[in-house]
Nanobody
């Protein structure tokens, strides 16, 4: 079983920055065997993909966050990060971390962390 725990959310003013972390664990878990993603869900909206990073470290982003957000991973620490800069009110939502096993394609989700961008 894989556990994902997000942290780093909070209240920030427009234009500010936050860094989210997703710590992964499990009896035989190795982050290098997973593609990792960040999703978000705003009130009344569907969950949407924000960023994904491959096992090789290549990141892809939703158009709405390109140039502002950066996804990264530290396989030694089994942790994935989302650096969010130049935050906007529309970035508000619950941010979720997802792990997808490269071989089996099994997926695991964290419980989410709230990000609120407001003045």
């Amino acid at each position: 079983q894989v556990q994902l725990v997000e942290s780093g959310g909070g209240l920030v003013q427009p234009g500010g920055s936050l860094r989210l972390s997703c710590a992964a664990s499990g009896s035989t878990f190795s982050l290098s065997r997973y593609a990792m993603s960040w999703y978000r869900q705003a009130p009344g909206k569907e969950r949407e993909l924000v960023a994904v990073i491959s096992g090789g470290g290549n990141g892809n982003y939703a158009d709405s966050v390109k140039g502002r957000f950066t996804i990264s991973r530290d396989n030694a620490l089994n942790t994935v990060y989302l650096q969010m800069n130049m935050l906007k009110s529309e970035d508000t939502g619950v941010y979720y971390c997802k792990a997808r096993a490269i071989v089996s394609r099994m997926e695991y989700w964290g419980q989410g962390t709230q990000v609120t961008v407001s003045s």
